[in-house]
């Protein structure tokens, strides 16, 4: 079970810094007065607005909970 936990938190924590990369690359863009090169959202769109900001902040969620998890189960297999 420990194994599993830490296979989750490891593909959540790739999953969160490919969802913020992606967000902050849209932010960049959106900034700078530029096109979307993603495709998350049209031209002019607030990136706050777009599904890659709901999916890093939803990733970002996950990832606490399943850190909080893996400390908890560490804890109880001590």
Do not use: H
């Amino acid at each position: 079970m420990k194994r599993l936990i830490l296979i989750q938190l490891v593909v959540l924590i790739c999953g969160t810094l490919f969802a913020w990369y992606n967000f902050t690359r849209e932010m960049i863009d959106y900034l700078n007065a530029r096109a979307c090169t993603l495709g998350c959202a049209d031209a002019g769109t607030n990136p706050f607005l777009t599904p890659c900001f709901g999916g890093a902040v939803f990733f970002t969620l996950a990832l606490v909970l399943s850190i909080l998890i893996f400390l908890k189960s560490r804890k109880e297999m001590q």
